[in-house]
């Protein structure tokens, strides 16, 4: 059997397989390699054995990479592929994000069989989501629907749904534009009601800081305006110290050669909210980011200190 150039490694969901199938075959095109010459490597988090309990509960996004990145720095892959919306403020320090594929839709997509809009949705009825910030933001906007935690991967999210335990779900635009599942949105969510998650809809390559072989490789499928979007949400995301536990958004695009970017962190109630928005060059991503971060916590004040601690 021919051993494999590159080993990536991913969650074994369809949609992180369909991630890392997508990069696979982007290197393929870049580089001439043959598909056998990259062997996806499915591993199993902790984030996907425990789907009884919030993320907020048992450690946060980390649960989510901790075992790939473990994989990644004993040499036994060589590359990660994560969504971007996965990944912690901060990573290891041995460990770099070398690579972003192009963005897909970054807004979220409600999901219901009767109801077009979240206004429309049944008085005081259930939903289900497990994400703090859309629970946050949907609560915001209505504060009499009941939410309940809603963990597992999007088919399984998909079946809770169909077989009536909730109302309504909420899902990524990206992920089921990925799955060829589109056609299971009701109506994309305005970013005016639900900001997106920091980096969503984004594909980061993670590889090891000394891998300049590897780096190389990548360099040829990165793709600059959604590294440049997500440097500065994630910088935003890293000043406000921001985890699972923690209603965070913020989505940063770019229009004639400038970056304009919307910041925002919620009370756990969405009684509260806290936005910052900047305009700038392309070049100032980051302190873009991080500038609109101190803003948001400068009018928080004790709010966000006792929600963040």
Known sequence: MQTPRLKIGSRGSRLALAQAEETRLRLCAAHGFDPADIEIVAITTTGDRVRDR???????????????????????????VHSMKDMPAQLPEALVIAALLPREDA?????????????????????????VRRQ???????????????RGNVET???????????????????LNRLGLSHRITAPVPEEDMLPAVAQGAIGIEIRASDDSVRELLAAIN????????????????SLDGSCRTPIAGHAVIRENHLEFRG????????????????????????????????VKAKGGRHLVDLFS
């Open 54 to 80: 919030p993320l907020s509960e048992i450690g946060g996004k980390g649960l989510f990479t901790k075992e790939i990145e473990e994989a990644l720095l004993s040499g036994s892959i060589d590359l990660a």
């Open 107 to 131: 807004r979220d997509a409600l999901i219901s069989p009767h109801c077009a809009s979240i206004r429309d949705l049944p008085p005081s009825c259930v939903v289900g989501s497990a994400s």
């Open 136 to 150: 946050a933001q949907l609560k915001r906007i209505r504060p009499d629907i009941s939410v309940v935690n809603l």
């Open 157 to 175: 999210r998909l079946a809770k749904l169909d077989q009536g335990e909730v109302a309504a779900t909420f899902l990524a635009c990206a992920g």
């Open 223 to 238: 793709d600059l305006p959604t590294e440049t979007a997500v440097a500065c949400e994630r910088a935003f995301l890293a």
């Open 264 to 295: 925002e962190a919620l009370t756990l109630d969405g009684k509260m909210t806290f936005t910052a928005s900047r305009t700038g060059a392309l070049t100032d991503a980051a302190r873009l980011g991080r500038d609109a971060g101190e803003e």
